[in-house]
C-alpha cells in the first residue's frame, strides 16, 4: 500500500515516471492491485507513452473487467476499449 501512495502522491505533483516506479512496485508485491495497475497505464499516459498506457490498461480490463475504471476507460475511450459483453 505504501508504493501505490507513494506513486499517487507522485502523479499528483506530476512526476510521472516516479509514479511509475512507485505503481511498478506495488504490482510487483501484489500483483492482484488492481487500482495500482489502472494508476500505472494513467501515468504512462500522462508520460507520453500512450502505446503503453494502452497495452496496461488492457490488461487491467482483462484482469478486471467489472472494475469502475474499466468501465470509466470503456466509457471515455470506446475506440480502444469496446463496451463489456456480459
Do not use: C, V
Request: proline share 6%.
Amino acid at each position: 500500500m505504501s508504493w501505490f501512495q507513494l506513486g499517487a502522491a507522485y502523479g499528483d505533483l506530476g512526476q510521472s515516471a516516479q509514479a511509475i516506479d512507485g505503481y511498478e512496485k506495488a504490482l510487483a508485491l501484489d500483483p492482484d492491485y488492481d487500482l495500482a495497475m489502472f494508476n500505472l497505464g494513467g501515468a504512462h499516459w500522462n508520460s507520453g507513452e500512450k502505446i503503453e498506457a494502452l497495452a496496461i490498461w488492457t490488461t487491467a480490463i482483462d484482469r478486471f473487467p467489472d472494475h469502475e475504471l474499466a468501465a470509466k476507460l470503456r466509457r471515455n475511450m470506446p475506440a480502444f476499449f469496446p463496451p463489456h459483453q456480459d
